[in-house]
């Protein structure tokens, strides 16, 4: 079967579902608290598609983040170390990231290739390997064929000021839609509530933590990577994504400055040009250009007041606790 549609959960199971699980807002989306994780209204119904029914194969590639961390980036530098072959900055516009955003080239599990409603009627096992795909669920809901296969899992995660403050900006374009004007005590209320893990997904340091934890237990399954890093050592951290992909740069291509154009490629800014990231719209409910912002290390410094700061600092502590500093 191309995804067991048949088997899946009908609109009205769902909603059903729904009306037994406890709920709260998320900007101007309901949530639903599903097993432990709060799952946006329009992701829950691909959340148990995706966990009853995806097989992966030895070769996939899964990228795995929390929302704002940097997904969009990471899908365009591995889909480019990828599918590197012939790339040159002489033939850059006729990349496909020029008719593609970065969403549409590696798909989403749960908002895209197991969410009926987008209609994506993939054949999962007719697409070439390695086989790219992109999830935002914490490492303990993963599906068990992803645990137990040899599939590789890239996670990025970007430090909490920062996602934050991309959440915001990210998710108040739909209030404006809405006519709601954000205010100082609406961005205490979301820090709250990003703080304490009344947010998409698990509580960010739990996420962040399962992922890194077993990175360093199990370096052939799990790479972890930082934005942070990235942006500073970009060479050194395509290098490294490269070899664990499975697609190591050869001396030719480093000596061919085949890296720089990658990174070239990838950057904010010439994904910014691209004609579908200003116009184009991945899925109904969200523009292209809403995905690529400032992408700078630091913004959080013009927004967060010292009580926010405090706040998030809290929240880390559980990450020092074991190990882990930005
Ligand atoms: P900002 O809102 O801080 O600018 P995601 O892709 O997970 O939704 O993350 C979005 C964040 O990544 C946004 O951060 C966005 O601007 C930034 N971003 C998008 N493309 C990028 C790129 N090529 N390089 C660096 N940052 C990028």
């Known amino acids: 079967p191309k995804n067991s549609k048949a088997q899946d959960n009908t609109e009205g199971e769902i909603k059903e579902l729904q009306k037994s699980l406890p709920n709260e807002t998320w900007f101007v989306w309901p949530m639903y608290l599903y097993q432990g994780l709060w799952c946006l209204k329009y992701t829950l119904e691909g959340v148990i598609a995706f966990r009853t029914h995806f097989q992966a194969h030895d070769s996939d590639i899964i990228l ?13 530098v591995l889909y480019t170390i990828v599918n590197r072959k012939g790339l040159s900055s002489n ?11 970065p969403h549409e080239l590696v798909l989403n599990f749960e908002m895209q290739v197991y969410n009926n409603k987008l209609e994506n009627h993939l054949n999962l096992t007719e697409i070439p390997s390695p086989r790219l795909f992109a999830s935002h669920m914490p490492y303990s809901s993963l599906p068990h064929s992803i645990k137990t296969s040899k599939c ?26 809405e006519g709601i004007k954000p205010d ?27 992922y890194w934890k077993e990175s360093k237990q199990n370096p052939q399954k799990a ?28 001396e030719e ?70 190990g882990f500093c930005f």
């Open 64 to 76: 795995a983040s929390l929302p704002k961390t940097g997904t969009a980036w990471l899908k365009s």
């Open 184 to 210: 100082m005590e609406m961005m205490e209320k979301y820090v709250d509530k990003f703080c304490t893990g009344v947010s998409p997904w698990e509580p960010y340091e739990d996420h962040v933590l399962r």
């Open 152 to 177: 590789r899992i890239v996670y990025v995660c970007r430090n909490p000021f920062d996602t934050f403050v991309s959440i915001w900006h990210f998710y108040l374009r739909f209030e404006a839609s």
């Open 223 to 250: 790479l972890f990577l930082e934005y942070e890093g990235l942006k500073k050592e970009p060479k050194e951290h395509l290098k490294r994504l490269a070899e664990f992909v499975g697609c190591p740069f050869s």
């Open 253 to 322: 291509e480093e000596k061919g400055n085949v890296i720089d154009e990658i990174i070239e490629l990838c950057s904010i800014k010439s994904l910014k040009e691209m004609e579908v990231n200003k116009s184009g719209k991945v899925v109904p409910r969200f523009e292209n250009k809403a995905f690529f912002r400032k992408g700078e290390v630091g913004d959080w410094t013009n927004y967060l007041t010292p009580t926010m700061v405090e706040q998030f600092d809290q929240m880390l502590e559980k990450l020092k606790m074991a």
């Open 91 to 101: 033939n850059f516009s006729q990349h496909p990231f020029n008719s593609k955003n």
